[in-house]
């Protein structure tokens, strides 16, 4: 829509409030609203003033005031605000001295990777779809002080469950690892993900492939969209989450992406599907292996060469390693294959179709940065494409089935969020191609990162270290 549609598709609606939207560095939605009665066409220019020091990894206190800028291309009827219509829109950030883009804004940094995609004369669009797996819960709790410290959380669905007195207990809980397509009464989330999915489409306009169960025990679910340009596979990530949260706590539960919630079960990954088109071509379709292109292999060795400086960016949390470890169908291990599950970029074979050829790379998770984490993996395969990066050869065996000395032979991902920000210190130079990573973008990330989440979780005694060391 122009400034003018939205303005009369709002008269049209009744609308009484807009919702603006915009994300922190870290990845979470930030709002704030108005009244209609401040929406006008020079609004979509001029913008709305905010305090920037207040927005996680952005301004210093003595020079805080930043500008919101709606943009009306994604304005939409927010389906969880009832006592007035309220207009949603995503927003893009603007220094109010320079009128210049906000090189911290992460919907900028992926608006120029997009940019810097079509300069590279490589390919007209980018596509990107995410694969975000999560967990819905009946309880959370958790707390931490110089004394005491712990997390509990419970699912009626839990296989820890089955001997709860629950007045009566009807069984049917999935044990760990065997969550994955069970029918109801099994699967006792159906008509939530069903509302989730209805919203998505419905409100929202994101095209939806399929939901189901995963894998884990208490709760853990998959809803797959469909592939999008990059900025927009941004936007509908955002969407993604705010729909399952909401849904989520209209039904009494809450939702969680957190990577590894649960012990002793598989965590929730984000499998990102990506290939790039020019025009109505697309370019990953062609006879080499797994029936991919020369392009789409020196995309995958781009992928796989800056793989753990990604982490940094795709893996972005201290509990998105307690996920990427053996054992737990994680993809630790930087190699490829068609079919193989276990690897960390996979080529999909569902179809032989050009259209449907793309490269899934399985190490990210559902914490990140959409918009960073696209970017970074687009950048990276870019990288691979203009230095034509081998990738090796493929690895078509069980991963998990081989030998210690088989295994030492592969590249690993990080095993820590330190590690993968170390990574990331050292191999950069690609992200800043075009300008669309910024230095003082991945300084304030790697800080940010060091000082508020690796160094807060190590200062803190870990439950375990009771259970390991007390009694020495």
């Not at 984000?270 to 025009?279: D, E």
Request: charged content about 25%; overall charge negative; some cysteine.
């Amino acid at each position: 829509m122009t400034p003018k549609e939205v303005l009369d598709f709002a008269q049209k609606n009744g609308i009484k409030m807009v919702d603006l939207k915009f994300m922190d560095l870290p990845g979470t939605w930030q709002h704030f609203g108005v009244p209609i009665s401040q929406l006008e066409e020079s609004s979509f220019e001029d913008g709305y003033g905010f305090d920037g020091s207040s927005i996680r990894g952005w301004q210093p206190i003595h020079a805080s005031d930043m500008l919101v800028i709606p943009d009306p291309s994604t304005a939409q009827i927010d389906p969880f605000i009832s006592s007035l219509p309220t207009l949603s829109m995503i927003c893009n950030i603007v220094d109010p001295v320079t009128k210049e883009p906000y090189t911290r804004d992460p919907r900028y940094v992926a608006q120029k990777a997009d940019a810097y995609l079509k300069s590279t004369g490589i390919g007209d669009a980018a596509y990107f779809g995410p694969e975000a797996e999560f967990f819905i819960l009946d309880d959370i709790r958790f707390d931490q002080n110089a004394h005491s410290g712990y997390f509990f959380l419970d699912s009626k669905e839990g296989w820890w469950n089955t001997g709860r007195d629950e007045g009566p207990n009807l069984g049917y809980k999935p044990r760990h690892k065997e969550g994955y397509f069970p029918c109801p009464p099994t699967d006792s989330q159906v008509e939530i993900r069903h509302e989730m999915v209805r919203i998505m489409e419905e409100a929202y306009g994101i095209e939806i492939e399929a939901e189901h169960h995963e894998v884990a025990t208490a709760g853990q679910a998959e809803i797959d969209m469909k592939y999008a340009p990059l900025v927009q596979a941004g936007d509908n990530l955002m969407r993604f989450k705010y729909v399952v949260k909401n849904v989520a706590r209209r039904f009494g539960k809450t939702a969680t992406f957190m990577p590894k919630p649960v012990f002793q079960d598989n965590g929730s990954g984000m499998h990102v599907h990506q290939s790039i088109w020019k025009g109505d071509k697309p370019l990953f379709a062609g006879d080499r292996y797994g029936g991919l292109s020369e392009m789409a292999m020196h995309y995958i060795g781009g992928i796989l060469k800056h793989a753990p400086a990604l982490c940094a960016l795709t893996n972005p949390t201290t509990n998105s390693y307690r996920r990427l470890v053996p054992g737990y169908e994680a993809p630790i291990n930087l190699v490829y294959s068609s079919r193989n599950r276990s690897a960390a970029v996979r080529i999909p074979l569902y179809s032989a179709s050009p259209k449907a050829k793309r490269i899934e790379f399985r190490t990210p998770d559902p914490t990140c940065n959409g918009y960073l984490a696209f970017s970074a993996m687009l950048m990276a395969g870019l990288d691979g494409i203009e230095n034509r990066i081998d990738p090796g050869e493929p690895l078509d065996k069980n991963i998990y089935g081989l030998s210690p000395e088989e295994l030492a032979q592969y590249p690993k991902a990080p095993g820590s969020l330190e590690e993968a920000l170390d990574a990331l210190e050292r191999d950069n130079d690609f992200l800043l191609k075009g300008d669309v990573f910024t230095t003082d973008l991945l300084e304030m990330w790697i800080s940010y990162k060091r000082e508020n989440e690796v160094d807060e979780v190590r200062l803190r005694p870990h439950p375990h270290e009771f259970a390991l060391y007390f009694d020495i």
